[in-house]
């Protein structure tokens, strides 16, 4: 190939595809996207664990694997605990001389019901305990794997199998379980949000999460045309509007210091972002103007720590 | 038929209702006061990948709980899908099979390599035109009834009125152009071909369980051997003249199913490609249109 | 030369897993078990033992942990006890099926409820089907023995499974006796480098933990159940050296006074011990008695069990845990079953006794015998009730 045409993008952006291609996800599936965007930033020498969950059940069918580097998946609710024991043993091995000091890059990457339900525990002993590792919950919002069934992570009014609006319902009636928060209660290093409508962003996280020392954090939100409701076709545009409405903002948490990835002097209507979806089709103006004003604070209330760290110069 | 089970396979792919199908027919059944059991298989692969869900029907209760390995009656919902081994699997002789296609019944029963009693219909023209989406599950129904005489229209109307309570109407209206319009083979007109006999051997030797590696472990990336082209539906098309080579459709494909050809424009890679549009979607120049697969 | 040491079981077992050289432990605190855990952590702190210690947040992680740590190639040991064990259930599965040679020590102790801290069998019962290889110990030598051996069991290649040494609550754990502790360089003669058949390596790529269709589960199963049968042998050798270096030796049944039996008592674990003691005094008495002690449990040993009670009339098995709506004891069924189809007029008494630490003593053992010499066995019973 002549470097002449490679002008954009593909000079940019690492070629080797690490998820292969042959996965069983759906069409226009948002989780698989982002995978293999992670992966590209991450490079060879990494490791990759994974709980249960769609991401596993679409790549690892026996006797094939989708997976082009070394995966590993125990149970559910644990990855952050494989994930905590290889690290643990890698630096066993080096501190014996059984193994060369060549970094290895140890990845977790679950969903939000491994991750923000079943998985929380884990997860959160694996930050106490200071493994150097990344973890990064891939949001789809919900139980996709198993036919679309709400978990913590589910944003409030969204209709799921499990939270399904009726007569008397309107959908998931919780706020989503904020995890990027969560993980940074744990004073680790490095947190962000992402999401694969912004692929720059996303791999330049993953690559700075790689440099940082101890545990990491990325939040990552993937569109799922199946449970959304939402056309194939749209899933990178949806993304975005969930960045610009303010419903999923991108920022960063470095050593506890905010910093806004993508700001707007005024956000979008949220209407904009559920109206492509049919999760969200049941609700009314009322109940929309409950969520415009509850993104509305939350986006104050972020804005107002990314301020608070730029006046007292928290480094 | 009378003290017989009949069994009927039917074939679609995730996310066109072919487990509806199934369903709507055994209550229908259930209502006339026959037997009947539905089951959709289970599997891992995802909306847009071949699926498979199986119908019992019968005027004794049913003492079976296995899958359906030789069906009596085949339907294929969906066109770009009949060239798989998957749809003649195990049928038996004569098996009824209904094909959604546009192609004529000779060529169709070329195409499956099994002497069937074949009925073809253009059941995605339908559903287009009535429901104005490629959802061709309520047409085939009608068809399947034309086909079989198994259930009674009526009962099927009261089972979809049930199911789709906004939308019953455009879904009786396609179920009955389904029945219409289906194109049956007689005995006067049938086409006999000679039979393919690789159409038998469609399951793949699998493994013993010493030739099993140990613990399972996987050889990495082995799942390129799965082929995912056959999901797809619409084709991403790509004009080439147009492309302004940016890569943007290589990077944001869930399936790296773009790859740059020697010019340096971008390409699909058939094999893998699953049409969800993406491509199509954010390339800044529209240089790729989605356009209805063709087998 | 090994050192004759008054040392508790629990420090004993440790000792063993730092002789082992083990390069990673995490573990997460419960009684009975933590003396093994806090003096291995001692270990680590005061660099004796050059291993990751990792403080688990709960049995589920900590055993979750080590199967990333033996996946990653390092040798890995934990060691907890009831609700912990319980806790780890899900994952005792995964790891033999990913072929993880994990040494685990199960202080055994009763399941909740209602709650209770004292020693009996019905938390490694319960992990019966889990696939590990599982031995019982019936004192402070074979728990440091054992604790050796189940590492080069494990990590045998043609074993490649995880390994169980179960050891009593308290009256095992937290007894202090004499035990040969060996030293460093004799243990070295026996244990061998971990090498693991796969590892997480990005230079050999590979995928663990794939998921099986109906198309090749039963195969997956059938290739872990051969596994497990075929460990047998291994552990025969692992046993005959050892007890060759060491002259200790090792069967999956101990008989004692078993040969020329006319009845035969059966035991697991500690209260093997006391049973002796009854067995002595009954001889003494004129009584033919002999005992069987259980030391492998999985895999079960059917063959040596069917010989052994060749030539008896009576078997009375005495066991600590229940199987509460099925009429029997776990291993009642299992020894019951293994006679079935066999030529044999063999009584089978199964008799259920101190559960929750209740005592176990030699009266209880004589009494068995005598009612067992006087009375056709029932389904099972439960003795020591206050009715």
Same mark, same amino acid.
């Given at each position: 190939m002549s470097e002449q045409f490679s002008v954009y993008v593909p000079k940019l952006i690492n070629k080797q595809e690490d998820f292969v291609h042959g996965h069983r996800a759906c069409q226009g599936c948002g989780l698989a996207l982002a995978v293999r965007l992670i992966l590209k930033a991450a490079g060879k020498n990494t490791i990759v664990v994974s709980p249960t969950g769609c991401l596993e059940i679409i790549s690892t069918p026996y006797p094939q694997s989708a997976w082009n580097l070394p995966w590993v998946h125990v149970a559910f609710e644990n990855a952050a605990a494989v994930a905590g024991g290889i690290e643990g043993a890698f630096k066993a091995l080096r501190a014996k001389n059984k193994k060369d000091n060549k970094k290895i890059n140890i990845i977790a990457i679950g969903g939000d019901g491994g991750t923000s339900d079943i998985g929380l525990q884990a997860l959160s002993g694996a930050f106490e305990r200071g493994h150097d590792f990344l973890y990064v919950c891939l949001d789809n919002e919900a139980y996709m794997n198993t036919g679309i069934q709400r978990s913590s992570s589910t944003p409030f009014g969204a209709s799921t199998t499990t939270s399904p609006s009726g007569a008397v319902s309107m959908g998931q009636i919780t706020w989503k379980k904020n995890m990027a928060a969560i993980a940074a209660a744990h004073n680790i290093p490095y947190v962000a949000t992402a999401c694969p409508s912004y692929p720059f962003d996303l791999m330049e996280k993953v690559q700075t999460a790689l440099k940082t020392q101890g545990p990491k954090y990325i939040h990552c939100l993937v569109q799922c045309p199946t449970g959304w409701g939402c056309a194939t076709d749209l899933i990178i545009r949806l993304g975005s509007l969930a960045v610009e409405t303010g419903i999923f903002p991108l920022y960063e948490v470095i050593n506890g210091k905010y910093k806004l990835n993508m700001d707007f002097p005024k956000l979008r209507p949220v209407t904009d972002y559920l109206k492509f979806q049919s999760r969200f089709r049941h609700l009314k103006p009322a109940d929309i103007a409950i969520i415009q004003k509850r993104v509305e604070q939350e986006w104050q209330a972020l804005k107002q720590k990314v301020e608070c760290f730029k006046k007292t110069g928290v480094k | 038929m009378k003290e017989k089970i009949i069994e009927i396979r039917w074939h679609g792919r995730g996310g066109q209702g072919v487990v509806t199908c199934a369903e709507l027919l055994a209550k229908a059944a259930i209502a006339e006061g026959k037997y009947a059991q539905s089951a959709p298989s289970f599997g891992p692969e995802r909306r847009g990948a071949p699926v498979a869900a199986f119908l019992r029907i019968s005027n004794k209760p049913i003492y079976l709980r296995s899958q359906i390995t030789h069906p009596d009656i085949v339907v294929v *919902?969906?066109?770009? &899908? *009949?060239? *798989?081994p998957d749809v003649t699997a195990g049928i038996k002789k004569n098996a009824i099979f209904i094909a959604n296609t546009n192609k004529l019944l000779e060529d169709v029963k070329y195409i499956l390599g099994v002497n069937v009693n074949l009925g073809v219909i253009d059941a995605t023209k339908i559903a287009l035109e009535i429901i104005r989406r490629p959802i061709t599950n309520t047409t085939m129904i009608g068809s399947f009834i034309r086909a079989?005489? &198994?259930?009674k229209i009526e009962s099927v109307k009261q089972e979809i009125m049930t199911r789709f309570p906004t939308n019953y109407e455009t879904n009786i209206k396609a179920m009955i152009r389904g029945y219409d319009e289906l194109e049956m083979e007689t005995d006067a007109n049938r086409t006999v071909i000679k039979e393919k006999k690789d159409g038998k051997k469609a399951m793949p030797k699998l493994p013993k369980w010493r030739e099993l590696t140990i613990g399972l472990t996987t050889k990495a990336g082995s799942a390129q051997a799965y082929k995912t082209g056959s999901w797809r539906s619409l084709v991403p098309v790509t004009d080439a003249t147009k492309c302004i080579k940016c890569g943007i459709c290589w990077v944001y494909c869930p399936d790296s199913a773009r790859y740059q050809t020697p010019d340096g424009t971008y390409e699909t890679n058939f094999d893998y490609c699953k049409g969800c549009g993406i491509c199509a979607r954010e390339c800044p120049t529209h240089c790729i249109t989605m356009q209805e697969e063709k087998e | 030369m090994a050192k004759r040491e008054g040392i508790e079981i629990s420090l004993a077992v440790a000792e063993a897993v730092k002789l082992a050289d083990v390069d990673m432990v995490a573990a997460y605190p419960i009684t009975p078990q933590t003396h093994i855990v806090e003096k291995l952590a001692e270990m680590v702190a005061d660099g004796e033992l050059k291993a990751a210690y990792i403080n688990a947040e709960s049995e589920h992680s900590a055993i979750s942990l080590c199967l990333g740590s033996s996946i990653a190639g390092a040798r890995t040991y934990t060691a907890t006890s009831s609700q912990g064990l319980a806790l780890m259930h899900e994952i005792l599965y995964i790891a033999s099926a990913l072929r993880l040679p994990v040494v685990m020590t199960v202080v055994n102790r009763a399941l909740s409820g209602p709650l209770n801290i004292w020693g009996d069998h019905s938390d490694v019962m319960g992990e019966r089907d889990t696939g590990w290889i599982q031995f019982f110990a019936q004192n402070g030598q074979e728990a440091f023995d054992m604790t050796l051996q189940a590492f080069r069991v494990a990590e045998d290649h043609r074993v490649m499974l995880p390994v169980i040494v179960n050891i009593d609550g308290f009256?095992?754990?937290?007894v202090i006796e004499p035990i040969y502790i060996l030293e460093q360089n004799e243990v070295n003669k026996f244990m061998k480098e971990f090498k693991p058949l796969n590892a997480l390596d990005p230079r050999t790529p590979m995928t663990f933990g794939a998921f099986a269709t109906p198309e090749y589960y039963i195969e997956a199963k059938k290739q872990l159940e051969q596994a497990l049968f075929s460990s047998r042998k291994v552990i025969t050798e692992v046993w005959n050296e050892f007890g060759k270096l060491y002259g200790r030796k090792y069967t999956p049944i101990e008989g004692y006074k078993a040969n020329d039996a006319n009845i035969l008592l059966l035991t697991l674990g500690g209260i093997g011990e006391t049973a002796q003691t009854a067995v002595d005094e009954m001889r003494d008495d004129g009584i033919k008695v002999g005992l069987l002690k259980l030391k492998l449990y999985r895999p079960f040993p059917i063959q040596e069990l069917r010989r052994m009670c060749k030539k008896a009339k009576t078997l009375v098995i005495a066991e600590r845990a229940m199987s509460i709506g099925g009429e029997g004891g776990p291993i009642g069924f299992e020894v019951r079953s293994a006679f079935y189809n066999e030529p044999t007029h063999l009584k089978i008494h199964d008799i259920i006794l101190g559960? $929750? $630490?209740r005592d176990v003593r030699v009266e209880d053992f004589k009494m068995m015998i005598n009612h067992a010499l006087k009375n056709k066995p029932k389904e099972y019973e439960l003795i020591g009730v206050r009715e």
């Open positions: - | *919902l969906d066109p770009t &899908i *009949l060239t *798989l079989t005489n &198994i259930v | 009256t095992l754990s937290h559960l $929750g $630490g």
